[in-house]
C-alpha cells in the first residue's frame, strides 16, 4: 500500500538558517509526489510538485525538493528561511489504486518554527 | 492560478441540525474534486471522492447517509452533514482536482471549521 512518512513532527530552525524537511514514500512505480504548506486555519497551499523528468523541483517561496527514486525519498529544502515560513508541511503521494485513483495520501506533517 | 473556495469559512450549529458546505473551483473546471477532515494537529483524512455527475465514492468507514456529497456542476461540490452532532466537530477542507495540465494536481480549498454544540 502507498505511504507517505514525514518523520520529523515538529522543527525549530533560526530565521536566515537552512531547512531541510524529511519525507520518505512507499510506492511500487514512480510516484507524483507534493509539498504543501498550512498556516493555522487555513487551507492547504501547493508548494512545488514531481511527476516525472528532472529530479530537482523548484518551487514557490523560495522552496525546492529533490526526488530520489534509491532513497524513496522527497524532501523539501530552503536555503534561508523567513519568520512567515512557519507552519504545518505536509507531503503526498498521488494514489492510483483503489476507488479514488488519483487522490493523494497525506504524511503526518511537520510543524516548522522559526525563531528570531 | 488555480483557486478553490469554500463557504462558509466557520459554521456553528446545534446538534441534530444539517449543516452545507460548498467547494467552488473558481477559475478551472474540476470533474473530482475531494473532501477531506482535519482534526486538531492531525493530516488530512480523505472522506470521500466527488465525481460529477455521478455518486461519490466514500472511504471506509465513512458513513455516506450521514455526509452527503453531491456534485452536480463542473465547478461545484456540496458536503451536508446531516443531524450533526459534537463528533463532527472538526475542520473540513475540499480540494479540486484539474485536470488540464494532464496530471491532476489537486487545489485545496481555505477549510470551514464546524462546531456543533
Known amino acids: 500500500a502507498q505511504s507517505v512518512t514525514q518523520p520529523d513532527i515538529h522543527i525549530t530552525v533560526s530565521e536566515g538558517a537552512s531547512l531541510e524537511l524529511r519525507c520518505n514514500y512507499s510506492?511500487?512505480?514512480?510516484?507524483?509526489l507534493f509539498w504543501y504548506v498550512q498556516s493555522p486555519g487555513q487551507g492547504l497551499q501547493l508548494l512545488l510538485k514531481?511527476?516525472?523528468?528532472?529530479?530537482l523541483v523548484q518551487g514557490i517561496k523560495g522552496f525546492e525538493a529533490e526526488f530520489k527514486r534509491s532513497q524513496s525519498s522527497f524532501n523539501l529544502r530552503k536555503p534561508s528561511v523567513h519568520w512567515s515560513d512557519a507552519a504545518e508541511y505536509f507531503c503526498?503521494?498521488?494514489?492510483?489504486?483503489?476507488?479514488?485513483?488519483?487522490?493523494?495520501?497525506f504524511g503526518k506533517g511537520t510543524k516548522l518554527s522559526v525563531k528570531p | 492560478g488555480a483557486v478553490v473556495s469554500q463557504h462558509p469559512s466557520r459554521v456553528i450549529c446545534k446538534s441534530g441540525t444539517s449543516v452545507k458546505i460548498e467547494c467552488r473551483s473558481l477559475?478551472?473546471?474540476?470533474?473530482?474534486m475531494f473532501w477531506y477532515r482535519q482534526f486538531p494537529k492531525q493530516s488530512l483524512m480523505l472522506m470521500a471522492t466527488?465525481?460529477?455527475?455521478?455518486?461519490?465514492?466514500?472511504e471506509q468507514g465513512v458513513e455516506k447517509d450521514k455526509f452527503l456529497i453531491n456534485h452536480a456542476s463542473l465547478t461545484l461540490s456540496t458536503l451536508t452533514v446531516t443531524s450533526a452532532h459534537p463528533e463532527d466537530s472538526s475542520f473540513y477542507i475540499c480540494?479540486?482536482?484539474?485536470?488540464?495540465?494532464?496530471?491532476?494536481?489537486?487545489?485545496f480549498g481555505p477549510g470551514t471549521r464546524l462546531l456543533v454544540l
Open positions: 480540494s479540486a482536482r484539474d485536470v488540464s495540465g494532464g496530471r491532476g494536481t489537486q487545489y
Open positions: 510506492y511500487g512505480a514512480t510516484p507524483y
Open positions: 514531481y511527476f516525472s523528468g528532472d529530479t
Open positions: 503526498a503521494v498521488g494514489r492510483t489504486h483503489g476507488g479514488s485513483q488519483g487522490n493523494l495520501i
Open positions: 477559475d478551472f473546471q474540476a470533474t473530482t
Open positions: 466527488s465525481n460529477e455527475g455521478s455518486k461519490a465514492t466514500y
